[in-house]
């Protein structure tokens, strides 16, 4: 071997020896970098999921103060509603109770007041008015055309009549 292939393959060699120290530093930059960009994103997520969480909480809270504003105001039209406040309400408006000449009774035909009592009863007035017969419908398109025409043929002779 000549001197200037020995050197070539020197020179090769100590080359060589870097090539593996810097694969490995260049895998372990890219490695800190993917490992950074992991990282930013599981940070951006959970402070996105923590944000969510607080408006959840919020949201939450807003219900359960509107459930409560709702059952207080029903507490509220409960008590408005009792026969004492409504008789005082209405004295207070000049309204009085009734007395026995004052009533006025309807009587309504095929009204039974005593149907809890004898459903039988109540059963026969629904029988009776059941009994009116409706007459059955049985007209066909060109029924309805003719008849339809014949009453614009009436018109228009009635209308050549008048300004004959």
């Known amino acids: 071997m000549t001197n200037s292939t020995t050197e070539w393959v020197n020179h090769t060699l100590r080359h060589r020896?870097?090539?593996?120290?810097?694969?490995?530093v260049a895998v372990g930059i890219l490695?800190?970098?993917v490992a950074i960009i992991i990282g930013a994103l599981y940070l951006s997520q959970s402070a996105n999921a923590?944000?969510?969480?607080?408006q959840l909480e919020v949201l939450i809270?807003?219900?359960?103060?509107?459930?409560?504003?709702?059952?207080?105001?029903?507490?509220e039209i409960a008590s408005l509603r009792g026969v004492g406040r409504l008789l005082t309400r209405a004295t207070e408006l000049g309204f009085v109770s009734a007395t026995q000449d004052q009533i006025m009774y309807v009587a309504v035909n095929g009204y039974n007041p005593a149907r809890d009592e004898m459903p039988?009863?109540?059963d026969a007035a629904i029988l009776q008015a059941q009994d009116i017969i409706v007459p059955a419908y049985d007209e066909s398109f060109i029924g309805w055309a003719q008849s339809q025409f014949d009453a614009l043929r009436q018109q228009?002779?009635?209308?050549?009549?008048?300004?004959?």
């Open 50 to 54: 923590s944000a969510m969480g607080r």
């Open 31 to 33: 490695g800190l970098f």
């Open 61 to 75: 809270a807003e219900r359960n103060d509107l459930e409560q504003t709702n059952e207080r105001l029903r507490a």
């Open 156 to 164: 228009l002779e009635s209308f050549t009549q008048e300004g004959s």
């Open 17 to 24: 020896e870097w090539r593996p120290t810097r694969t490995a």
């Open 120 to 122: 039988e009863l109540a």
